[in-house]
C-alpha cells in the first residue's frame, strides 16, 4: 500500500485528502521509489484550484507532487540505468504523485542524489532547478561575462537562477523583498535591488538578459533595460512578440521539462560546492495542505519541502 496526498475536485485547501491506496507499478522505462521527501511548488496549487492548462478534471483524482528524492523499490523490466537501493532525485511528470510515500517515475528524469544533500535538500533541486537552469541557458542562452536581471530571486527558481548564472560567469542583477536583501547577496547577486522600497529601473543599465518569474507590471518596466540583441525569457505568461521587436530583443515563455542527464550536471555543481538549495521549512507529509498554503502565499525564500512522516 502507498500513502498519497490528493483531491477528487478542484478547490482550495481543504480538498485535500490523504489516503492508502494499492502501490501502482513502474511500467518498462519506470522505477518505484520510496520518497523519502518531496517538494512543494506554486505550479501544485495551481493545479489543486483548477487553473492549470495541462490538468483538467478528466485526471481527477489527482495526486499532487512534481519532485520526489528516496530509494528504488523496483526497476521496470528495461528501466536499467538504476538498481533497486540507489538513492535518486527527479521531476515526476504531469500526473504528479510525489505528495505520496512511495512515486512511480520515468528513469530518463531521474539522477543519483547529489552526494552531499540530504533528501529534503535534493528534492528542492529538480522542478525549480531546471526551470532556472532551461531558462538561463537552454532559452536564454547566457554566457560567461553577460549580465541577467534575474526578478524574483529569492523564490525557488530565482534562487537556483542566481547561483546558476554566478557559477557560469555571468554579472546577476536580481530583485527581492526587503527581507531577502541579505539571502540574494549571500546567494552570490552582485546587484541586489529591493523591489519595495526602489524602482528597479534606476540600479539597472543594459542587460543581455532579464529572467522574469513575476511577470505584470514587473516585465513591462524591464522591456527598455534589455540590450538590442538580447532577450526576456519568462516562466508565466506568453511575452508579447510585437513590444520585443520594438525593442530589438528575442522574448519566450516556456515550460520546464524533466531531464535526467540535466539533473546530473546540476549534481555537479552541488557536489563541487558551487550551488545549494535553500529550504525554507519543511513539514511532514500529513500537513501537505498547511505547506501548499505557505507557497500560495508567495513569499517562501528558497523552497517549502515535505518529509516522510
Ligand atoms: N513555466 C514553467 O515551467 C514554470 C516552472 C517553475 C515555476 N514557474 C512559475 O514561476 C514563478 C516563480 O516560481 P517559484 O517556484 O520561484 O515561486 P516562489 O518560490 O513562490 O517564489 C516567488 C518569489 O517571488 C518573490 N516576489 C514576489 N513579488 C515580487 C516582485 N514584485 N519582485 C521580485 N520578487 C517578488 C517572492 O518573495 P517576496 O514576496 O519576499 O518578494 C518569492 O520569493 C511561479 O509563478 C511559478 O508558477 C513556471
Not at 547529489?114 to 537552454?138: E, N
Request: contains cysteine; glycine residues 10%.
Amino acid at each position: 500500500m502507498s500513502r498519497l496526498v490528493r483531491f477528487h475536485q478542484f478547490g482550495g485547501s481543504d480538498v485535500l485528502t490523504t489516503e492508502d491506496l494499492e502501490t501502482s507499478q513502474p511500467d518498462a522505462g519506470e522505477v518505484l521509489v520510496a520518497v523519502h521527501a518531496a517538494s512543494v511548488n506554486p505550479v501544485d496549487f495551481k493545479i489543486r484550484s483548477g487553473k492549470y492548462p495541462a490538468v483538467k478534471s478528466d485526471r481527477l483524482p489527482y495526486t499532487l507532487g512534481r519532485d520526489v528524492s528516496g530509494t528504488i523499490e523496483k526497476c521496470g523490466a528495461q528501466a536499467t540505468r538504476f538498481k533497486v537501493g540507489d538513492q535518486v532525485f527527479g521531476m515526476v511528470d504531469i500526473h504528479g504523485g510525489g505528495y505520496a510515500d512511495r512515486a512511480v517515475v520515468n528513469q530518463k528524469s531521474i539522477a543519483a542524489k547529489p552526494a552531499r544533500l540530504d533528501h529534503a535538500h535534493a528534492t528542492a533541486i529538480p522542478l525549480a532547478g531546471q526551470t532556472a537552469w532551461q531558462g538561463l541557458f537552454r532559452y536564454g542562452l547566457l554566457k560567461e561575462g553577460q549580465s541577467v536581471l534575474i526578478h524574483g530571486g529569492s523564490g525557488g527558481v530565482g534562487h537556483f537562477a542566481i547561483q546558476f548564472a554566478k557559477a557560469m560567469g555571468a554579472h546577476v542583477l536580481t530583485t527581492v523583498s526587503t527581507d531577502k536583501v541579505k539571502f540574494a547577496c549571500e546567494l552570490g547577486a552582485d546587484v541586489v535591488i529591493d523591489y519595495r522600497t526602489e524602482r528597479f529601473e534606476e540600479h539597472v543599465s543594459r542587460v543581455d538578459m532579464v529572467f522574469d518569474l513575476i511577470d505584470g507590471e514587473t516585465r513591462e518596466r524591464s522591456w527598455d533595460l534589455i540590450k538590442k540583441g538580447g532577450v526576456l525569457v519568462s516562466t508565466l505568461t506568453e511575452p508579447s512578440q510585437k513590444i520585443a521587436e520594438k525593442w530589438g530583443v528575442r522574448a519566450m515563455r516556456y515550460t520546464v521539462e524533466a531531464n535526467g542527464n540535466e539533473l546530473a550536471g546540476i549534481t555537479a555543481l552541488v557536489d563541487a560546492g558551487k550551488v545549494r538549495p535553500h529550504v525554507d521549512r519543511t513539514f511532514p507529509l500529513s500537513a501537505a495542505a498547511e505547506a501548499l498554503s505557505l507557497v500560495e502565499q508567495g513569499h517562501s525564500a528558497g523552497k517549502v519541502v515535505l518529509v516522510a512522516n
